[in-house]
C-alpha cells in the first residue's frame, strides 16, 4: 500500500501565461505557494476475490472488470501510460473539488507519484509534473496551463518561468519573519460555488490574441512582486496593491473571470480594509484570496462573516510518499484481459 499527500496552492500572479499557447510565443511566469491542505492518495493491488479487477473511489466509486471501462478520465489514462494493473485507487482531500486550488492537478501528481512508488520505481519532481502535464492536457485533453503540475509536484513559494523551451522553478528567497508575515496578511475565504476550470480556460485560450497586452502586464508583475518579497526595504503591503492591479488585469481577460457576486464580496472586502486580493484559479467561483494589513484583518473578517474563512500555512515539501508498503505483485496473474 502507498499513500502520497500532496498540497494545493495559491497562484498570486501571471496565470494564463503558463498556457503554451501564449509562452512559447511571448513567454510567461507565475509567482505561486503551495499551502497545507492536500489530497491523499491511497494506491494498493486489488486482491482477487471479486468480479471486478479496478476499483477507483473518489466522488463515486467506480468498480470495473478493465482499465477502459474506468470513467475518471485522470486515473484511466494514468494506468494505461504506466502500466497499472488490478488496482484500488483512493483520494480524500482536505478542501473540495473544482475550487481553484489546482486540485485535479494535485491529485493527478499525487498518483503519478503513488503509482511509481507502488512499481518501485523513484520518480523526481520534474519527473512528476511533467508526466501530470502530459497526462492532463495530452491524454485527457483538458484545457489549462503548466503551472497547478508544477506547483503540485515542487512545493514551496516559488517563481516559475516559461518559454518554449519549457519551464524553470526559482524558488522565492526571503527571511522566515517576512514569510510570516506575508501568511499573515493574506486571508482565504471559500465564497461557495465552484465550477470546472476547464470550461473556463477555453473562453481565455480562445481569446488569448485579443488580451496579449494584458497578459504582459500580468507576467510583468510576477516580477515586481517578487522584487517587494526579497527586497526588505519595500513595504509589504505593496503585494496587496498589485495584487489588485493583477485582479483588474485578469478581469480583462474573460468575462466568465469574474460574477457580479464575486464582485460584489471583492468590494467589501476592499471596503472593509483589503488592499487587493483575487480568485484564485481560472475564474468564475471557488477561493477568494485577500491581503490585509494586520490592522484590518478582523475589520475583513467581519464584514465577510457570511463566508467560511479557511486559516492556511505555507508548505515546502510538495508531494511526499507519506506511507509505503511494498507488495509482492505478479503481473502475469492479472485478471486483466
Not at 488490478?86 to 489546482?102: F, I, K, N, Q, S
Not at 480583462?252 to 488592499?275: F, M, N, P, Q, W
Request: glycine residues 8%.
Amino acid at each position: 500500500m502507498i499513500i502520497t499527500k500532496t498540497p494545493f496552492r495559491m497562484s498570486f500572479f501571471g496565470g494564463g501565461t503558463d498556457i503554451p499557447l501564449y509562452f512559447n510565443e511571448y513567454g510567461g511566469a507565475v509567482l505561486s505557494a503551495t499551502f497545507d491542505k492536500y489530497c491523499y492518495v491511497n494506491v494498493r493491488h486489488l486482491p482477487r476475490f471479486f468480479d471486478y479487477t479496478t476499483e477507483v473511489c473518489y466522488s463515486k466509486i467506480e468498480r470495473v472488470k478493465s482499465v477502459e471501462a474506468i470513467e475518471h478520465p485522470a486515473v484511466r489514462e494514468a494506468m494505461k501510460m504506466l502500466n497499472m494493473h488490478e488496482l484500488r485507487v483512493t483520494y480524500e482531500a482536505d478542501l473540495p473539488a473544482r475550487t481553484g486550488l489546482g486540485t485535479s492537478s494535485s491529485f493527478a501528481v499525487g498518483m503519478l507519484n503513488a503509482f511509481h512508488c507502488l512499481k518501485g520505481q523513484y520518480a523526481d519532481k520534474r519527473r512528476l509534473a511533467n508526466e501530470a502535464i502530459y497526462l492532463e492536457r495530452t491524454l485527457c485533453g483538458e484545457a489549462g496551463g503548466w503551472q497547478d503540475q508544477i506547483a503540485a509536484a515542487f512545493g514551496g513559494l516559488n517563481k516559475i518561468v516559461f518559454d518554449r523551451n519549457g519551464y524553470e522553478v526559482f524558488p522565492v528567497i526571503i527571511s522566515s519573519d517576512r514569510k510570516k508575515e506575508l501568511n499573515d496578511n493574506l486571508l482565504l475565504f471559500f465564497t461557495g460555488f465552484t465550477r470546472f476550470s476547464a470550461d473556463i480556460q477555453k473562453d481565455a485560450q480562445s481569446s488569448i490574441k485579443n488580451n496579449i497586452a494584458a497578459m504582459k502586464e500580468m507576467a510583468a508583475l510576477v516580477h515586481e512582486a517578487e522584487n517587494v518579497l526579497v527586497d526588505k526595504n519595500i513595504c509589504l503591503d505593496d503585494f496587496g496593491i498589485l495584487m489588485d492591479e493583477s485582479w483588474k488585469l485578469k478581469k480583462i481577460t474573460s468575462d466568465k473571470v469574474s460574477t457580479s457576486a464575486i464582485d460584489d464580496i471583492y468590494e467589501r472586502g476592499k471596503a472593509a480594509g483589503a488592499l487587493g486580493g483575487k480568485l484564485l484559479g481560472a475564474g468564475g467561483g471557488g477561493f477568494l484570496l485577500f491581503y490585509v494589513p494586520s490592522d484590518r484583518r478582523e475589520a475583513v473578517t467581519d464584514a465577510l462573516s457570511d463566508l467560511l474563512h479557511v486559516p492556511f500555512e505555507f508548505e515546502n515539501g510538495g508531494t511526499r510518499v507519506v506511507h509505503y508498503s511494498p507488495e509482492t505483485y505478479d503481473v502475469f496473474g492479472s485478471q486483466e484481459k
